[in-house]
């Protein structure tokens, strides 16, 4: 018999328009796990509400990002994917999670503490407790691995320590995850800022390469891009600007660094950037495609939403309920 899949679990917040980075980081890297995983992508819905929303706006860009994870090549057949606020587990174990966590975790998360202090006007409880939602998410699904960038670590951890908490408690209820460490993703950094990395948040839209930017903006903005005096291209630490450029055009062509540097060589920086501009364009247009034909598939979508929806719920409601059991909650009369 097959050995069985283990479980991964990965999401990504419908929050602001998604860039090259998140694109070449994670999305792309996410296509082939599932023939080694049984894999789960959620749109965290509920976790945008942390921070003030536009209902019509969050509306459409949740069904936007759920839209590109397929257009990105993550078939709905091979894995699930799904809207957290379809799952009504997300919430339920979160709630009975946030009575195993203490203040004193939540305090010294990093995340919380950037967050609070960029919306001072409203430091909502559910910001407080984001981790706690996060940790649900990926103890419901009883996943061993968790692809995330190294800012939500520290939350991961945090995961594994609830998990052990609890069964230490109550016994084996839960799976202990692990980062899933796999290829490395490429790591895209600011075209403002090459020391900081590209962000779907960065108030300069010049910053960043968003999904669904047309050619004529991607290669102005590389044009843009921030670089050094010199005009040698080159890969090095002291050149971030220019060998985040590399980066960018070697994961977009599969070109190594001796191949980029070898194919510029002599030429001078205005070359090389409208080269990035347009194979990062040519990258790009077909997922741009993808996405346009999809938006138009409504019954398919539709159809996607609702058996991922009845999916995630099954194996969802299986790990809840033997929670609820542990716990000592009155057994269910049928
Ligand atoms: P925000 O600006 O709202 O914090 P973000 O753009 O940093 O968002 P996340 O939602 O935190 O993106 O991350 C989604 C996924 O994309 C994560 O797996 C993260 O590691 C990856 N990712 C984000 N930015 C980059 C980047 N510049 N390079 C590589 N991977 C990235
Ligand atoms: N907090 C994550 C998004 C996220 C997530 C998850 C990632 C929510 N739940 C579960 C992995 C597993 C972020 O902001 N990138």
């Given amino acids: 018999m097959a050995e069985e899949k283990k479980i991964l679990f990965s999401g990504m917040q419908a929050t602001g328009n998604l860039t090259l980075g998140n694109y070449l980081g994670a999305l ?19 976790h945008s509400i942390t921070v003030r929303q536009d209902p019509a706006e969050l509306r459409q860009r949740a ?13 709905p057949e091979k894995n699930c994917i799904y809207y957290q606020s379809h799952v009504s587990g997300h919430a339920e174990l979160a709630w009975i999670l946030n009575c ?4 004193g975790e939540l ?8 967050k609070s ?29 968790v692809p995330v960038g190294v800012d939500q670590m520290q939350h991961l951890e945090l995961t594994r320590d ?33 020391t900081k990395k590209m962000s779907k948040s960065d108030e300069n839209p010049n910053a960043s390469i968003y999904l669904m ?18 005009s040698e291209v080159r890969y090095s630490p002291d050149k971030p600007g220019i060998s985040n450029l590399i980066d960018i055009y070697r994961a977009a ?71 609820q059991k542990k716990i000592g909650f009155p057994e269910r009369i049928r």
């Fill in 253 to 323: 062509t599969g070109k190594t660094v001796e191949e980029v540097e070898k194919e510029f060589d002599g030429k001078g920086y205005g070359d090389f950037k409208l080269a990035v501009g347009e194979a990062a364009a040519n990258l790009l247009k077909p997922l741009q495609q993808r996405v346009a034909e999809l938006s138009k598939d409504k019954a398919y979508i539709d159809g996607v939403i609702k058996n991922n929806a009845e999916r995630a719920n099954y194996t969802a409601s299986k790990t809840l309920r033997k929670v």
């Fill in 107 to 114: 305090q010294r998360m990093t995340q919380f503490k950037d």
């Fill in 63 to 75: 069904r936007a990002l759920l839209i590109l994870y397929i257009a990105a090549g993550l078939d």
């Fill in 117 to 145: 202090a960029k919306h001072a006007e409203n430091i909502n409880a559910g910001l407080f407790t984001y981790p706690v939602l996060m940790a649900a998410d990926i103890l419901l699904f009883q996943a061993d691995v």
């Fill in 162 to 194: 609830i998990a052990q908490r609890f069964n230490g408690i109550y016994g084996d209820v839960f799976k202990i995850p692990e980062a899933y460490i796999g290829k490395v993703g490429a790591n895209i950094k600011s075209l403002q800022n090459p």
């Fill in 28 to 46: 792309k890297n996410w296509v082939s796990l599932n023939e080694d995983y049984e894999c789960y992508y959620c749109v965290v819905d509920e």
């Fill in 100 to 103: 195993y966590t203490y203040m």
């Fill in 213 to 230: 930017d047309d050619t004529d903006t991607i290669i102005r903005k590389f044009k843009r891009a921030v670089t050094d005096s010199e």
